[in-house]
Structure formats: structure tokens, C-alpha cells
């Protein structure tokens, strides 16, 4: 659904009032860092902050989608918690919110056939299929639910999968373990989707699996729980703001103790990259809130706001303008080639070293998305899934 609003209006937010623009800047930049680092010009030749971790540990770039996963619980509390508050409305906001998760999830299923369609090999787990499903079963827990169950529950979803992928031996690979190929959560993907449907990077297992998906809706929940705290307007005060930000550090703090004997690792989604993840969530969410809502700071934001209001479509965009390039023939040196590959073979790294081609590659996509990203928000455009 496209919608127009009225300026200084925002149909986006359920409640009445402005939209609440440090999340919206929170989530634009962490969309744009996605896109950032998902497109580089050679993934040979990439910066190691732009890199994911090998397997355990926590890069930068593992920061985002986590972020992203956590930033969707926070928006939950603001797009329905008037609507959550009359239980005769539930049976619609449910469907809406069914209706909107399915979309998310066939989205992701199109944008893995955009580059080849062959649905004998069709990748299922992804990004937008980890969000739609997240964002649904986290808007089913948050509308029927209290903040005490809340809570709880994510403490069950983090506890329950630490003593599954610790203690559930894996059938035909013995006891249970933590490697790529032979852990729980990949043989239940292969089991369900088969080989044939996993990431095709890695063949035997998905980073966005089957199982990894419960402590993911767990990442969702703190948000949800951080939401409600900022919906209710407790942060006003620098007391406050050290409040809420040290409970984010509690959560880091917890996740290095935890990561001691069950490692921070993205992959794996483990219970600690969670907390640790959770916990930097905040204490950005937060500080963003202060400077940007509370004190009005706002100079330096709109191009991360505009990503923002519309960041499910700078993802599908992001999908979609690279491979619509590859149809624009280019010859160059007697060789038929497109018009991306020539840009960036022979203008970035022909006269920049490996690194900064791939990286200037990178930025140039970034700032492709973002032309008609700024056009629909100066123009009050929200495509809605």
C-alpha cells in the first residue's frame, strides 16, 4: 500500500502526535548501513569493519541487522499501542498484522529470484523472511501479552535456545555442538528446506534459519520492552537517560559473561550476541531520543529519517537496481559487458586501490537508493507492506 500524508502528519504511527524521529534515524541508518555493506564492488576486497565475523565475535557489520530486528520491536509499541489497548479491535489488527508478515516474507522469496529464477533452488530462510516472521510472532506477543510476559518470555526464548543448542544431541552428528555444518539449527534447515532451498554460500546451513528465529523474536521482545519504556515519556532527565542507557550496558556486560561459554556469534543468532546486541541497541536508541527529540538536535538527520520512513523499499530497491543495471549492454574494449560492471571496472577500480573501489562501488548503490528514497519523503510517500 503507498500512502500520502499531509505534512506533519504521519498515518505510519497509529497514536496521534509527531513521529518519533530518532527511531526513525535509528532505523534509516541502520537500512543504509545494511545496504552499505551487502553491496560491496568485489566481495575479495572488502574493509574488516565492513566484514562479517568468520564465526564467533561481533563486527560492525553484525551490528545491523540486529539492530534492525530490535528497532522493529520498538515500532510495534508505537504503531499499536492504542489499538492493543481495545481488545475489540484485535481480531483486525491481527489480520493486519498476518497480512503484512506473509508480504514481508514473499517480498524476500521475489527478491532471491530476481537474480535467477529457478525455484528448484530458491533460497527460503533470509532477511525479509526472518523479519516477517519476527515482526509477526512479536506483534502476536505484544497485542495479547503483558510486559511482565513480555519479559518473560524473552528470558524463556534466550535460556530455552542456549539449552537446546548446548544439550539436544543432533541426530547423525552425536553430541550437540556449535559448528557450522553439524549444529541443531542446521540440520533442523536442512531437514525442513532441504539443501536445495538454504543459502548458497554455504550449502549446509542458513545464518537466517529455522531455529536461530527464536532468540531473534527475542531481540524483538527487548525492544518491544525499550518501546514501551520510551512510549510511556520517562526519559526526560539525564538521570533518566542514565537509566535507560545502563541497563543497555547491563546487557553487554551479561552477554560477555555468557559469551564465555556461549560465543557471540551472529550466525548461530546465540542468546549472548543477542543481549550484547540488545544491549548497544539501547544505548544508541536512547542517546538518539535525547539529542534528537528531547534537546532537538536535528541539523545532520533527514537523509537517515528519509531511509527510514521507507526502509522495507530501500531493501527491495537495493535487490532490485543492481540487477535491472546488469540488462544496460556495455561494450568496452571489444567486450560486451553492463553498465555497473563497466563503472566498476573501468572507473572505480581502475584508479582506486581494491579496497576503496569496493567501497566507493558500495556507496555509489547507497546513494542510487537514496534519490528516490529523499523524493518520497519530501513528498510525504509511504509504501506500507
Not at 530486528?69 to 515500532?75: A, H, M, P
Not at 557471540?264 to 527529540?293: C, P, Q, R
Not at 534537546?295 to 527510514?308: D, E, H, M, R, S
Not at 528516490?372 to 513528498?379: H, L, S
Request: aromatic share 12%; with cysteine.
Amino acid at each position: 500500500m503507498i500512502t500520502q500524508e499531509p505534512a506533519g502528519e504521519s498515518k505510519a504511527v497509529i497514536t496521534k502526535g509527531p513521529r518519533l524521529l530518532s527511531l526513525d534515524f535509528f532505523r534509516g541508518f541502520t537500512m543504509a548501513s545494511m545496504i552499505l555493506v551487502n553491496n560491496p564492488g568485489s566481495w575479495a576486497h572488502i574493509y574488516a569493519p565492513l566484514e562479517h565475523s568468520e564465526w564467533n565475535g561481533c563486527t560492525p557489520t553484525d551490528l545491523v541487522f540486529p539492530f534492525f530486528l530490535f528497532i522493529v520491536g520498538v515500532s510495534i509499541v508505537y504503531a499499536m499501542e492504542s489499538k492493543k489497548a481495545d481488545a475489540s479491535l484485535h481480531g483486525k489488527l491481527l489480520l493486519s498484522v498476518l497480512r503484512r508478515a506473509v508480504t514481508i516474507i514473499l517480498l524476500g522469496m521475489c527478491l532471491s529470484l530476481v537474480w535467477k529464477f529457478d525455484l528448484a533452488h530458491l533460497r527460503i530462510p533470509g532477511v525479509l523472511f526472518r523479519i516477517g516472521v519476527v515482526f509477526g510472532i512479536s506483534a502476536l506477543i505484544y497485542i495479547k501479552t503483558s510486559v511482565r510476559t513480555q519479559l518473560y518470555t524473552a528470558i524463556v526464548l534466550l535460556v530455552g535456545y542456549y539449552l537446546l543448542m548446548n544439550f539436544v544431541p543432533v541426530p547423525g552428528f552425536g553430541p550437540a555442538n556449535l559448528e557450522p555444518a553439524t549444529n541443531l539449527g542446521a540440520w533442523l534447515d536442512r531437514l525442513v528446506f532441504t539443501e536445495n532451498h538454504l543459502w548458497k554460500s554455504s550449502k549446509t546451513w542458513d545464518p537466517e534459519g529455522l531455529l536461530g528465529t527464536l532468540p531473534a523474536i527475542g531481540t524483538s521482545l527487548i525492544g518491544i520492552l525499550t518501546g514501551t519504556w520510551l512510549k510511556k515519556g520517562k526519559l526526560k532527565t539525564v538521570k533518566d537517560l542514565g537509566v535507560i542507557a545502563g541497563a543497555g550496558l547491563a546487557l553487554v556486560v551479561l552477554a560477555l559473561i555468557w559469551d564465555t561459554f556461549f560465543p557471540i556469534n551472529k550466525s548461530l543468532w546465540t542468546s549472548s550476541f543477542v543481549l550484547f546486541t540488545a544491549g548497544l541497541g539501547i544505548i544508541i536508541l536512547s542517546l538518539s531520543y535525547w539529542i534528537i527529540d528531547i534537546k532537538k538536535y536535528q541539523l545532520l538527520i533527514w537523509p537517515f529519517v528519509a531511509f527510514g520512513r521507507n526502509a522495507i523499499t530501500a531493501f527491495v530497491l537495493s535487490g532490485v537496481l543492481p540487477r535491472l543495471s546488469s540488462f544496460i549492454p556495455v561494450t568496452a574494449e571489444g567486450k560486451q559487458t553492463n553498465i555497473w560492471a563497466y563503472v566498476n571496472e573501468y572507473i572505480f577500480f581502475a584508479n582506486l586501490s581494491p579496497n576503496n573501489a569496493s567501497l566507493i562501488s558500495a556507496f555509489t548503490v547507497v546513494l542510487l537508493i537514496f534519490i528516490p528514497i529523499w523524493w518520497m519523503y519530501k513528498k510525504n510517500v509511504i509504501v506500507k507492506v
